[in-house]
């Protein structure tokens, strides 16, 4: 088989299409939207930044109200405080006053009761009595005569010597509390 010659084609390569004025429309729109769309971003961020402005003008503005109301707060607690404390303290002097009386009234009942016990017992039981009158009555004295801060003092300083015996006598007195406010039991 023989060859033919063939004629060399000529290939013409693409010429880019002239611009047209669409395109150059299209070139001038998207310059304006991004010029629009710079500007919208600049109004978010200045509405951003008054928006924060505000926030925190707001804030402070509650803050204030809070640190107003809180210091009234503290003070009416302070004041509370202050006039439940006078408030215990007198009622911890007539306490004090009322079981002086008490224990005074009961060591003089058992001294006029001495000659009783004399009679009835013996004078062994009665200078019992008598010597147990005259310490109540001294005991009353000496209760009557000191501050409610020495009393405290001297509280505290029983319990560290002998703190079983302040537990025992703290449980005995707790359970005839319990007993005086118990009540009879309904049949």
Do not use: C, H
């Amino acid at each position: 088989m023989a060859k033919t010659p063939t004629a060399p084609t000529k290939t013409t390569a693409a010429k880019p299409a002239a611009k047209k004025p669409a395109a150059k429309a299209a070139s001038a729109g998207s310059g304006e939207a991004k010029v629009k769309f710079a500007k919208a971003i600049e109004e978010a961020k200045a509405g951003a930044t008054a928006l924060t402005a505000d926030a925190k003008a707001k804030a402070e503005g509650y803050r204030d109200q809070l640190s107003a109301k809180s210091t009234d707060w503290v003070d009416e607690a302070k004041d509370i405080a202050g006039q439940a404390k006078v408030r215990a303290a007198d009622l911890a002097v007539d306490g004090k006053a009322k079981a002086s009386d008490a224990i005074a009234t009961i060591g003089k009942l058992v001294g006029d009761n001495a000659t009783t016990i004399d009679e009835k017992l013996g004078t062994r039981y009665g200078d019992y009595a008598r010597t147990a009158a005259r310490t109540m009555q001294e005991s009353a004295a000496k209760l009557d005569s000191k501050d409610i801060n020495e009393l405290g003092d001297d509280a505290k300083e029983f319990v560290r010597k002998s703190p079983g015996l302040a537990v025992g006598i703290a449980a005995a007195v707790g359970f005839l509390i319990a007993r005086l406010f118990k009540g009879t039991p309904k049949a």
